[in-house]
T-cell receptor, first 110, second 115 residues
Framework: EDQVTQSPEALRLQEGESSSLNCSYT??????LFWYRQDPGKGPEFLFT???AGEEKEKERLKATLTKKESFLHITAPKPEDSATYLC???????????FGSGTQLTVLP | NAGVMQNPRHLVRRRGQEARLRCSPM?????VYWYRQLPEEGLKFMVY????????ESGMPKERFSAEFPKEGPSILRIQQVVRGDSAAYFC?????????????FGSGTRLTVV
């Protein structure tokens, strides 16, 4: 059974204070690892898909990296508008569905 | 492009009533997925459908829950005889195909409250 564990559960940063979110996973044959952002009362918003160890993707202040056991979402010089819950999910084998972690709730203080 | 449309946004039902949640996928998307998010928990997969077919319902409770995606019209998630434990946010996602570089596009969800 696929498992995804995200840490920390909550993170408070000062504006401009860079940090990383962790996503550890156990799957039988990774097809893709997904990062989403979710704002209160809204659906998840797609950020990245990573497919193989060593892959990196960037979008504005966000950079996602992947190893064989975990993924990191690095946030460089965050702004208050980056405050949200960040979700990690995996897709494995021939399964169509995603298995999600419980998320990291990020708060960036001005 | 209106994105994935879910309605209603909020739904209140008394115990024992039926709840019908609707999802219109993005234009051009033929794959629909339903997820449930319980308070303080992560998103849990329920069912995967293509037009007129249920592909994978391994995450769907065996009783009271059903889903369909007809040839015409939105996908429907139906919950019969709702109980308090069904209170949750239900999200629909769609994709062009299942192995998409663009991920799955989620709707804004339907928040079901059972009183």
């Amino acid at each position: 059974e696929d498992q995804v564990t995200q840490s920390p559960e909550a993170l408070r940063l000062q504006e401009g204070e860079s940090s990383s979110l962790n996503c550890s996973y156990t799957v039988s044959g990774l097809r893709g690892l997904f990062w989403y952002r979710q704002d209160p009362g809204k659906g998840p918003e797609f950020l990245f898909t990573l497919y193989s160890a060593g892959e990196e993707k960037e979008k504005e202040r966000l950079k996602a990296t992947l190893t064989k056991k975990e993924s990191f979402l690095h946030i460089t010089a965050p702004k208050p508008e980056d405050s949200a819950t960040y979700l990690c999910a995996v897709q494995s084998g021939s399964a169509r569905q995603l298995t999600f972690g419980s998320g990291t709730q990020l708060t960036v203080l001005p | 492009n209106a994105g994935v449309m879910q309605n209603p946004r909020h739904l209140v039902r008394r115990r024992g009533q039926e709840a019908r949640l609707r999802c219109s996928p993005m234009k051009g998307h033929s794959h629909v997925y339903w997820y449930r998010q319980l308070p303080e928990e992560g998103l849990k997969f329920m069912v995967y459908l293509q037009k007129e077919n249920i592909i994978d319902e391994s995450g769907m409770p065996k009783e009271r829950f059903s889903a369909e995606f007809p040839k015409e019209g939105p996908s429907i998630l139906r919950i019969q005889q709702v109980v308090r434990g069904d209170s949750a946010a239900y999200f629909c996602a769609s994709s062009h195909d299942w192995d998409s570089n663009y991920g799955y596009t989620f709707g804004s969800g339907t928040r079901l409250t059972v009183v």
